[in-house]
């Protein structure tokens, strides 16, 4: 029977199906007996991780994954090829019985289940996961709030989902995650609300809930490596929605976003190229000193991307403003421009074009 089962039902050393499944203190699950064989030969390290167990680890009951082998024991071969009935699982997810421990691996599972399969996906969200995994957000526990946040972003891969899980509450809790959540929570949360604002209601939905563009921008201040980067792209998305561009303006975002371009997040000019098509967003990056320093800068060494937002950024400021353009043309931005008319990218070449006619005063107007 164990051919039939997936891999993770079976145990990691003698990879059989598990009658006994325990969790040791590495995280890992395996047949109590398998493990206990391990143990007794003097191994004092996890079989997976090889790191140090306690020399008397502890064997925690998996009792999801058992309820889970179980309910597989109960259909037929062809049936074991498929996944579980949600409703199973989220009544071990809901259970107060089912230990933390049990939740995690549970909530893995699920992760690994809807990210290959959007008919499962759909089974999921149809039966009412979402408010069981919101309340494992809630938990305050790091581990488990991750898995659940990590499980709603593959819900949300489903454009049907997106405006659904908005409606549940999902965006009150990843506001509250970017918030006061773990570094790597914050940088799902901020990818959520990216994955979200790929309908168009949703934009609007995430910009107007208090505090949403302002944590992100806190995000992009505040926090390191990902954090920052996921924090740029959804404000990038978000920001795509004309509405949300003052809001962010209003949040203090362009000077965040012009440090972080000259710290070399060239994600962050992609969101000053949206955001230089409103007049609040312009006036902020004339008063920053610097700024077409720095979007010189990447017009130099910048990928294909970048330089297209940072052409973009230098339209609209050079067009608003005869300082900007005097400025711009001061840094070499011209010469730039005439060098990047062989690009590979049209509108690389398209962009440079046009801001070579605005220099030159051809379409200068106010």
């Given amino acids: 029977m164990a051919t039939h089962l997936p891999d993770h039902l079976k145990c990691p050393i003698s990879l059989e199906i598990m009658s006994d499944p325990v969790i040791i203190p590495s995280g890992h699950t395996f047949d109590r007996s398998s493990i206990q064989r391990w143990l007794d030969a003097g191994h004092r390290v996890c079989p997976i991780t090889k790191l140090p167990l306690p020399d008397y680890p502890s064997l925690i009951p998996n009792h999801a994954l058992r309820s ?36 995690v691996e549970l909530l893995g599972q699920l992760i690994r289940l809807s990210q290959r399969d959007s008919l499962f996906r759909r089974r999921l969200t149809e039966s009412g996961v979402v408010s069981a995994v919101l309340n494992c957000v809630d938990s305050g526990d ?3 709030q991750e898995k659940a946040l990590s499980l709603l972003l593959n819900l949300s891969l489903d454009d049907d989902n997106k405006v659904g899980l908005a409606a549940e509450g999902v965006i009150a809790r990843v506001v509250a995650v970017l918030l006061g959540g773990s570094p790597n929570c914050r ?13 168009e209601v949703n934009k609007a939905t995430i910009g107007a809930y208090p505090c949403a563009i302002e944590t992100l921008v806190s995000l992009l201040r505040n926090g390191k490596g990902r954090e920052k980067k996921e924090a740029a792209t ?13 809001r962010a303006v209003e949040c203090g975002a362009v000077p965040v976003l012009l440090g972080s371009a000259d710290s070399g997040l060239e994600r962050a000019v992609e969101v000053l190229g949206i955001l230089a098509k409103c007049k609040e967003g312009r006036e902020q990056m004339k008063s920053y000193n610097g700024c077409i320093q720095i979007l010189a800068r990447v017009l130099r060494n910048g ?14 400021l050079c067009c608003s403003s005869e300082k900007m353009r005097l400025e711009a043309v001061k840094e070499g931005v011209l010469e730039i421009g005439l060098q990047l008319l062989d690009d590979d990218s ?3 070449r398209r962009n440079s074009s046009n801001l070579i006619q605005v220099l030159r005063g051809n379409q200068w107007t106010s």
């Fill in 187 to 199: 940088a799902i949360a901020a990818t959520m609300l990216t994955s979200l604002a790929v309908v």
């Fill in 68 to 103: 889970l082998i179980s309910n597989y024991a109960l259909i037929s071969p062809l049936q074991q090829q498929l996944p579980p009935h949600p409703e199973t699982l989220i009544s071990l997810l809901t259970s107060r019985s089912s230990p933390l421990e049990s939740k």
């Fill in 234 to 246: 959804a404000l990038y998305a978000i920001c795509s929605f004309p509405d949300n561009r003052r």
């Fill in 346 to 348: 049209e509108k690389v």
């Fill in 303 to 316: 990928s294909s991307r970048g330089i297209q937002y940072a052409l973009l950024a230098l339209n609209s």
């Fill in 142 to 144: 790091s581990g488990l």
